[in-house]
Nanobody, 130 residues
Framework: HLVESGGGLVQPGGSLRLSCAAS???????????VGWFRQAPGKEREGVSS????????NYTDSVKGRFTISRDNAKNIIYLQMNSLKPEDTAIYFC??????????????????????WGQGTQVTVSS
């Protein structure tokens, strides 16, 4: 199981840091997964935001967050972070983290394709509003 935290209400231009922690059967092995952040706004489809490889050496971002969001991981603590800066009202959504077993256990594989992810958290609400 994955658990997200760190969401909340923030003014435009503000920052939040989301955390994704593992528990249960995935907790001992989160460092063997590619982890992604996704978001879903009301009335919109789920969107891939960012992902990070098993090793942490590869990352990717959807175009709308490049230069503003940073994904990172602390494998010793089994936590993945999403630092979100310069937040905009259009970033308002429920944010989910998810874990995927990389093909051939590649340490550099990343993807924003939600179909590839097997384990999902319940989500944390991020609201950007003045």
């Amino acid at each position: 199981h994955l658990v997200e935290s760190g969401g909340g209400l923030v003014q435009p231009g503000g920052s939040l840091r989301l955390s994704c922690a593992a528990s249960g059967s995935t907790s001992a092995y989160l460092d063997f997964y590619t982890v992604g952040w996704f978001r879903q706004a009301p009335g919109k489809e789920r969107e891939g935001v960012s992902s990070i490889s098993m090793s942490g050496s590869s990352t990717n971002y959807t175009d709308s967050v490049k230069g503003r969001f940073t994904i990172s991981r602390d494998n010793a603590k089994n936590i993945i972070y999403l630092q979100m800066n310069s937040l905009k009202p259009e970033d308002t959504a429920i944010y989910f983290c998810a874990a995927a077993v990389p093909p051939l256990y590649s340490r550099t594989w990343v993807t924003l394709d939600a179909v590839q992810y097997e384990y999902w958290g319940q989500g944390t609400q991020v609201t950007v509003s003045s």
